[in-house]
């Protein structure tokens, strides 16, 4: 007899349907499994028939034969034993009514029957709902995250006895709602904490506003770490898309404990000694790199000049796709990411080059082989580049609330210039902020004073600056204006974003 029963697995970050097909003949007990499976999968056998045993059911014995289609595609984890489980009980009559086809099932078996968590059961309910799956039988711990999608009703199950019991149209456990509020920045981080830099945060705020990369050059103890690490504080929420997206990237990696779906966007600081791997993604498993757990949030480069410059050219394709491509055997995978870059550096190895408080001691060619382990590609897709200079504590006014600019405020800015751009963008997916508006766009989708045109010729003219700094520089006049509330990018708008490419790095323009 043969049984159906609906699963799936992940590649990349997006699920797909397995299905596994179980058919038991007479002849020697025998336990096989094709359908292009790996060594996880093919321990399953083992697993499946001592979880069987354990809640009080007869292991087969028959020739048992578990075909996993589509059989082109690699599958890995062991997410396929409560499936191939619930599958063996049905084909040999344990179970009082057939699978239905419209539930998915996943959940890895410990020996004794009990259900443990997997990998990437986010993705794949989400495929399932748009494959008319209503139900989803997964191991408790997932259940929360299943349950972000709608449309899907889940039960979280312990055991292999229980998941049978709910099959059979027995009682389902309540499952946690874990959808996130809508409300509440509640930050121990807050501008406020940073005084005096009034121009690097009025940058930031630009950049935050129109997702524009940043570099940040100054002294060690300028704070330009501080500077960045409050960027969170003031961005836009994500939207529901960008965070089912962000989930689904979690839910791969394995980091879904607690913090199930969050608005938060993601924030990551890897140190100057992640591998390629670490960084990009790769590696054993393929699994996704820092760059992907930063998509649709920031990717904090800190002391730029120290990642080796083989690792920053590796970000040129996603910081200009939005996405990385990962081969790996006769397998590509193509991972999300799309997140703001935001470096920082010192401007020559001693750190104080250009600096007013001490003397600079590096030579000419020190500061020039320093600058030149930045990559100059990977710098001209930076559109904001700020210098940060240390705060003199005698520069701050007798009650130390320095400029006055706080979280709260620099937050209201950003969100109406964020609300200007989703009217502006509506629903063209490959545009969701300026910082992705091609020049080609540009005039028909916003309006340029002709004086400012003419200004933006001239200093390109003057600076001999690239077409992309061009384009930088357009997206982020728009980005003032839009945080102006201005209908019109004006030429005091392109002065101010010209001021932001003005080299302060060699390599440069
Ligand atoms: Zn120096």
Not at 77 to 85: C, E, K, S, T, Y
Not at 180 to 204: F, M, N, S
Not at 276 to 284: C, H, I, P, S
Not at 325 to 345: G, H, K
């Amino acid at each position: 007899m043969i049984a159906k029963v609906q699963s799936g697995a992940v590649v990349g970050i997006d699920g797909y349907g397995v299905t596994v097909e179980i058919d038991l003949a007479r002849g020697l007990p025998s336990f096989t499994i094709v359908g292009l499976p790996n060594a996880a999968v093919r321990e399953s056998r083992e697993r499946v028939t001592a979880a069987i045993r354990n809640n009080g059911y007869r292991p087969p014995q028959r020739r048992v034969t578990v075909n996993l289609a589509p059989a082109d595609i690699r599958k890995e984890g062991a997410a396929f034993d409560l499936p191939i489980a619930v599958g063996v009980l049905s084909a040999s009559g344990q179970l009082s009514c057939p699978v239905p086809d419209d539930t998915l099932i996943l959940g890895e078996l410990a020996l004794d029957g009990k259900l443990e968590s997997v990998r990437g059961v986010l993705p794949v309910v989400y495929y399932g709902r748009m494959a008319g799956k209503v139900r989803a039988i997964v191991p408790e711990d997932n259940a929360a995250e299943a349950a972000l999608v709608r449309g899907v009703e889940v039960a979280g199950c312990r055991d292999l006895a229980e998941a049978v019991s709910v099959l059979e149209g027995g009682e389902r456990r309540a499952v946690p709602d874990r959808r996130p509020e809508r409300t509440g920045y509640v930050e121990e981080l807050d501008y406020a904490q940073v005084l005096g830099q009034y121009a690097a945060k009025r940058a930031l705020q630009i950049a935050a506003a129109g997702g524009h990369h940043v570099l940040m050059v100054g002294p060690p103890g300028s704070g330009k770490t501080m500077l960045a690490r409050r960027l969170p504080t003031v961005l836009s929420p994500l939207d529901e898309e960008e965070a089912i997206e962000n989930a689904k990237i979690r839910s791969v990696v394995g980091g879904m404990d607690g913090d199930v779906m969050t608005l938060r966007r993601p924030f990551r600081a890897p140190h100057h000694s992640a591998s390629d791997a670490g960084l990009v993604g790769g590696g054993r498993g393929a699994s996704p790199g820092e760059i992907t757990l930063a998509h649709n949030g920031i990717l904090f480069l800190d002391e730029l000049t120290e990642f080796r410059r083989n690792v920053l050219e590796t970000l040129r394709q996603p910081v200009e796709e939005g996405r990385i491509v990962i081969s790996r055997a006769n397998l590509n995978i193509s991972y999300p990411a799309r997140f703001q870059l935001v470096a920082a550096m010192n401007p020559c190895p001693c750190g104080y080059h250009g600096s007013s408080d001490r003397v600079c001691r590096c030579s000419p060619p020190q500061i020039k082989r320093y600058l030149a382990k930045v990559s100059g590609p990977l710098l001209d897709r930076i559109a904001i580049h700020i210098s940060v200079r240390a705060v003199d504590p005698g520069d701050l006014d007798f009650k130390g609330t320095g400029d006055g600019m706080d979280s709260d405020e620099m937050r209201k800015g950003v969100l109406e210039a964020v609300g200007r751009q989703r009217n502006r963008y509506g629903t063209m997916s490959n545009i969701r902020s300026n910082a992705d508006l091609p020049v080609s766009r540009f005039k028909a989708l916003c309006s340029l004073d002709g004086k400012a045109e003419e200004l933006l010729s001239s200093a390109q003219r003057k600076l001999l600056f690239s077409a992309r700094s061009r384009r930088n520089i357009l997206q982020v006049a728009l980005t003032i204006a839009d945080l102006e509330m201005c209908e019109t990018v004006k030429p005091r708008h392109v002065a101010e974003a010209i001021q932001y490419r003005v080299p302060r790095h060699p390599a440069v323009m």
